[in-house]
């Protein structure tokens, strides 16, 4: 997919753009541990390309969905991700891109959490792992996704 990027701070992030599917395993919530969960994932960019919004889960399936609006302050080197999901959580993430490696993540003295996905050479697959702390210290892993461009 071809676009114009009008930000020129989410550069970096134009590669993202289209359309995903997604693979969620390994995860303790769950009903099995080997069950994998599969749902579609969408980058677009809005405002005449101002901000990336990130579309994640398929709304009234019974699969979680998320929204993550994403920018970046033109004089900083990390983006910042605000972040919604069915369940009525409202959060703030950090992001970075560097050397084929996404990562997010959010402190906080309650409930902290980081992701880290490797995009592949052709950048058609993410694979990534979310880990999760509660008290910003001792991190465990909470779940694998995979993202795949259609």
């Given at each position: 997919?071809?676009t114009?990027?009008?930000n020129p701070a989410l550069?970096?992030l134009?590669?993202?753009?289209?359309?995903w599917?997604?693979e969620?395993s390994?995860?303790?919530f769950?009903?099995?541990?080997t069950?994998?969960?599969r749902?579609?994932?969408?980058f677009?960019?809005?405002k005449?390309?101002?901000?990336?919004?990130?579309r994640?889960g398929?709304?009234d399936?019974?699969?979680?969905?998320?929204?993550?609006?994403?920018g970046?302050?033109?004089?900083?080197?990390d983006?910042?991700?605000?972040?919604?999901?069915?369940r009525g959580?409202s959060?703030?993430?950090?992001?970075?891109?560097?050397?084929g490696v996404?990562?997010i993540?959010r402190?906080s003295?309650k409930?902290?959490q980081?992701?880290?996905?490797?995009?592949?050479?052709?950048?058609?697959?993410?694979?990534?792992?979310?880990e999760?702390?509660?008290d910003?210290?001792r991190?465990e892993?909470?779940?694998d996704i995979m993202?795949?461009?259609?």
């Open positions: 997919m071809e114009t990027l009008i550069k970096d134009e590669m993202l753009v289209g359309s599917t997604m969620l390994n995860a303790s769950l009903p099995e541990p069950a994998v969960i749902g579609s994932m969408s677009e960019l809005i005449d390309g101002a901000f990336l919004i990130m994640q398929i709304k399936s019974g699969m979680p969905w998320s929204l993550w609006l994403i970046r302050d033109q004089d900083a080197d983006y910042s991700a605000l972040y919604f999901d069915d959580v959060r703030v993430y950090q992001m970075s891109l560097a050397k996404l990562n993540w402190d003295p409930f902290s980081r992701f880290a996905g490797k995009i592949s050479k052709d950048k058609k697959t993410i694979k990534a792992q979310w999760k702390s509660f910003g210290k991190w892993h909470d779940f993202y795949l461009r259609k």
